[in-house]
């Protein structure tokens, strides 16, 4: 059945709403849903969108660029061969990477502190304890670099002033010669989009 | 009327600047605004705590290189964008750009053969992101797949209300929406899966649309879009 045009009003050809970076692209959801599919070539695309975030949260926990290294191999090989678990429906797949990492992480941890004690029964030595990060934040972290590198100016140099230079918005509007409310406007955007990043890529919170 | 912290307000507040009188007397009888601005605050802690150390570095190559062994994958499975693995695997290409003109689409998915893969799962050959038109906040996708039975349409959007004395229909369309051809009806409870015609051109309908349709009899597209997508390969 086709249709010459009847009936196609003119809100047939607007698109609207530009989707921000936060949100997966269509590239993304298109890897996302091959995964989920077992489609063996997009382990490799899965991999290069998303190694980094799995390497870098690893490194940043456990201290190792070796033990990340284990971690980030071990992630996605679990993730590979676990995949029919993995549903596009119920979040994203860097989400469900870094929910992977998480656990990874703990278990490193948890194998860590009982050598520790090993060690500690053998030696009777005072043994240095390593200290252990909490992963969700490290998690969080990471991800939130990430963002915040994707802001676009003046999102990103308002964000600069704000967060980690302690200006005040009026500070900030007279600095940059711009309006109160687009500073403030631009300041509210720019968290909605690190928190909605945290929701949709930060796994099991 | 019950009149909340503005947005903006409530964000400035949350980087540690003072609030106003009557935000802050607002606050202390609102647990709603009370529970936003924590949340609010808590992302401000953590980006401020973030450090140039935690920006995303790869992995040494050698990773990459352990996980295929591991898992056994192709010795040429190496880290290559998706788009350019997909490109040699057909014979015949799926070249969408926004806003091309519909004479440059000449892919028939008909022949798409896979050429270099033994496997029967069926491959993804485009796939779209679904967006809301005005007025629908829903989102989704939908993918065209190829095996050895013929060509597919999945569609998948979140759970949708039912339409009172009616239903969803799902189109495809040329880039200028000039010609259309409606695909099947969608199932509102999750994701559906419909055939397409053998020997329809595909590739001349790279418009993906979702329309609300009521029993009415007109058998043309209501106009009523919910959602809509360009498939990319």
Known sequence: ?205 | MVVHCDDDDLTIIALGEPASATDEAHLQGCPRCRSRLDQLAAVVATSRAVRDEDTPVAPPAAVWDAISEELGLESDATVTSLDSRRRRRRSVGWMVAAASVAGVLVGSLATVVVTDSPSTSPAIVASAGLDPLDGATVSGTAVVEEDSTGTVLRVSLPELPDVPDGYYEVWMATSDASTMVAIGTLDPRGETVLRLPSGMPVGDFPLVDVSVEHFDGDAGHSAQSLVRGLLQA
């Open chain 1, 1 to 205: 059945m086709t249709d010459t045009g009847q009936g196609i009003a003119t809100p047939f050809l607007t698109r609207t709403r530009v989707q921000e970076a936060h949100v997966p692209d269509d590239a993304d959801a298109a890897v996302a849903l091959a995964f989920a599919h077992g489609d063996d070539a997009v382990l490799a695309d899965a991999y290069r969108r998303w190694s980094p975030l799995v390497y870098t949260s690893a490194l940043r926990a456990v201290g190792s660029e070796a033990d990340a290294a284990d971690i980030t191999q071990a992630v996605f090989v679990h993730a590979w061969q676990g995949r029919s678990g993995y549903d596009p429906q119920k979040g994203s797949l860097p989400g469900w990477l870094m929910t992977i990492t998480r656990r990874r992480i703990a278990d490193h941890w948890r194998e860590r502190s009982r050598e520790t004690r090993r060690t500690d029964a053998v030696a009777a030595a005072e043994v240095e304890v390593p200290v252990e990060p909490a992963a969700d934040s490290v998690v969080d972290r990471v991800l939130l670099a990430d963002e915040l590198q994707r802001l676009g100016d003046p999102q990103r140099k308002i964000v600069e002033l704000a967060f980690f230079q302690d200006l005040t918005h009026v500070q900030i509007a007279s600095l940059l010669d711009l309006p109160i409310g687009t500073v403030k406007s631009h300041i509210r955007r720019s968290l909605d989009r690190l928190r909605k990043r945290l929701e949709v890529d930060g796994g099991a919170l």
